[in-house]
């Protein structure tokens, strides 16, 4: 569609901001909303169906607006409502202003780096409790990666995007013969791409994989080695033990050896990173309690300040490295 058009007398198309397979996205004006900027997700016909949609696609549609009508959620964009017109199925959602980890991977690579470690587990820390919503609802994205993840500029929250490959865990937990693939090759797990079956350890394996891209700045077909079936990344970047421990078993080939809930590994990273800190906040408060009356010389050379510094996911600025 051309910018401009006006879909439902309500919705005036802005640009087209991306396509799938499924469909195209645009950025829109909601008239009825002082003109707010919304996003408007159009399904496309299976390819060798004209512009005729068929069963598949009204069922895919009907399913991604009930599961995003139930969601209620800061880190997911919100559902503003579905229609058809002229034979044409559209979703409308909250327009989120920001830059999705891709994007601002490139910006990194652009500059000679990739992500820091204290910025993998700070947003680790801040995703996982938006997937963790999603399990409880029995709901599995089956789509994590750098595309499907962003960063609102407004508060630097990340945001879980894109969720026409997510479906009800009941109906994916048993290998089926006519079961649909989906997920992005080299993100999804071997389960979900073999078998159709997915879990919510499948979501933290794409989430594994996304967070090693970040840190290596390498693709995941670079990081695994096919012919023996396993990951290959500690050499290409070094973390802590705790977190590439951490990681590997995110990683993990089989869904038992991974951790069952994004709570598990939200409960874990933050216990380390409260560990880590804790010699910082000892060693302060005993120069404190050791430190001696003022005098010229320390009122000429004050004491330096500690702060934790918190992500930051913008090339331009920077943050302190984390002690192993």
């Given at each position: 569609?051309?910018?401009?058009?006006?879909?439902?007398?309500?919705?005036?198309?802005?640009e087209?901001?991306?396509?799938?397979?499924?469909?195209?996205?645009?950025?829109?004006?909601?008239?009825?909303?002082?003109?707010?900027?919304?996003?408007?997700?159009?399904?496309?016909?299976?390819?060798?169906?004209?512009?005729?949609l068929?069963?598949?696609?009204?069922?895919?549609?009907?399913?991604?607006?009930?599961?995003?009508?139930?969601?209620?959620?800061?880190?997911?964009?919100?559902?503003?409502?579905?229609?058809?017109?002229?034979?044409?199925l559209?979703?409308?959602?909250?327009?989120?202003?920001?830059?999705?980890?891709?994007?601002?991977?490139?910006?990194?690579?652009?500059?000679?780096?990739?992500?820091?470690?204290?910025?993998?587990?700070?947003?680790?820390?801040?995703?996982?409790?938006?997937?963790?919503?999603?399990?409880?609802?029995?709901?599995?994205?089956?789509?994590?990666?750098?595309?499907?993840?962003?960063?609102?500029?407004?508060?630097?929250?990340?945001?879980?995007?894109?969720?026409?490959?997510?479906?009800?865990?009941?109906?994916?937990t048993?290998?089926?013969?006519?079961?649909?693939?989906?997920?992005?090759?080299?993100?999804?797990?071997?389960?979900?791409?073999?078998?159709?079956?997915a879990?919510?350890?499948?979501d933290?394996?794409?989430?594994?994989?996304?967070?090693?891209?970040?840190?290596?700045?390498q693709?995941?077909?670079?990081?695994?080695?096919?012919?023996?079936?396993?990951?290959?990344?500690?050499?290409?970047?070094?973390v802590?033990?705790?977190?590439?421990?951490?990681?590997?078993?995110?990683?993990?080939?089989q869904?038992?050896?991974?951790?069952?809930?994004?709570?598990?590994?939200?409960?874990?990273?933050?216990?380390?990173?409260?560990?880590?800190?804790?010699?910082?906040?000892v060693?302060?408060t005993?120069?404190?309690?050791?430190?001696?009356?003022?005098?010229?010389?320390?009122?000429k050379?004050?004491?330096?300040?500690?702060?934790?510094?918190?992500?930051?996911?913008?090339?331009?600025e920077?943050?302190?490295?984390?002690?192993?």
């Amino acid at each position: 569609m051309s910018p401009g058009v006006l879909l439902r007398d309500r919705y005036r198309i802005c640009e087209a901001i991306a396509e799938g397979g499924m469909g195209r996205t645009y950025l829109a004006e909601d008239l009825e909303r002082f003109c707010e900027p919304c996003v408007i997700k159009e399904f496309l016909p299976s390819s060798g169906r004209g512009q005729n949609l068929g069963q598949k696609e009204r069922e895919l549609f009907a399913r991604e607006a009930t599961l995003l009508y139930r969601l209620d959620h800061p880190q997911i964009p919100q559902f503003r409502g579905h229609f058809e017109e002229e034979g044409r199925l559209f979703l409308v959602q909250e327009y989120i202003d920001g830059a999705t980890l891709r994007e601002l991977l490139q910006q990194r690579q652009q500059q000679g780096e990739t992500f820091r470690e204290n910025e993998i587990v700070e947003l680790l820390l801040q995703l996982l409790p938006a997937l963790a919503y999603l399990h409880r609802q029995n709901i599995v994205h089956r789509d994590i990666s750098p595309e499907n993840l962003m960063v609102r500029s407004r508060d630097r929250l990340p945001m879980v995007l894109d969720f026409g490959a997510s479906k009800e865990l009941t109906a994916l937990t048993q290998p089926s013969s006519t079961a649909t693939v989906v997920g992005k090759f080299g993100y999804a797990p071997p389960e979900q791409l073999q078998t159709g079956q997915a879990f919510p350890s499948s979501d933290l394996y794409a989430l594994a994989v996304t967070a090693l891209e970040l840190l290596t700045g390498q693709s995941p077909v670079e990081l695994y080695n096919a012919r023996e079936l396993r990951w290959e990344w500690h050499d290409a970047v070094a973390v802590s033990p705790v977190l590439a421990s951490i990681l590997d078993r995110m990683l993990a080939r089989q869904p038992g050896q991974r951790y069952n809930r994004a709570e598990e590994v939200l409960t874990e990273l933050a216990a380390w990173k409260t560990a880590r800190q804790q010699p910082k906040t000892v060693v302060a408060t005993v120069a404190k309690t050791m430190a001696p009356p003022r005098t010229r010389y320390a009122t000429k050379n004050p004491p330096a300040r500690f702060a934790w510094e918190w992500l930051s996911l913008r090339s331009e600025e920077h943050t302190s490295e984390l002690q192993s």
